[in-house]
């Protein structure tokens, strides 16, 4: 069950073409956003990479390559999740992460599987919203 909307986040992305894996596209995006999370203002950059599937859908990762700074601290998230192209040209991607925090501001999210909505629009502007998966 969805459970309480934990973070909001926006900032801009990028996106890089990689090698094809298996024939098919590969991209990596880089995202810096800030916003709140765990009731507190943060600020988040992140890495992941994103494969299309064989039904043009996209599949992506984020292995332990994000990081989110507040004022007492920071975390480290892993995420993974899938998502399409937008009608106008973003994307948008569901999907789970996971949060390893040593600021105590965060630390309620240690632990938690957190759902999220990931959408850029063409211009490369993205939004995150976060909800707790209880």
């Not at 094809?20 to 590969?26: H, I, K, R, T, Y």
């Amino acid at each position: 069950m969805l459970g309480e909307h934990v973070g909001s986040m926006a900032g801009a992305s990028q996106m890089t073409a990689l090698p094809a894996v298996n024939g098919m596209p590969a991209a990596e995006t880089t995202a810096t956003t800030a916003g709140t999370l765990a009731g507190v203002e943060v600020q988040s950059m992140a890495t992941y990479q994103a494969t299309m599937r064989a039904d043009g859908s996209w599949q992506g990762e984020c292995p332990n390559s994000g990081i989110v700074m507040a004022a007492d601290g920071v975390a480290t998230f892993s995420a993974t999740g899938v998502g399409s192209p937008t009608e106008d040209g973003g994307f948008a991607f569901k999907g789970v992460v996971y949060f390893d925090a040593s600021a105590p501001s965060l630390s309620s999210l240690n632990g938690v599987a957190v759902v999220y909505d990931w959408t850029v629009a063409a211009d490369g502007q993205a939004t995150w919203e976060l909800w707790e998966w209880k």
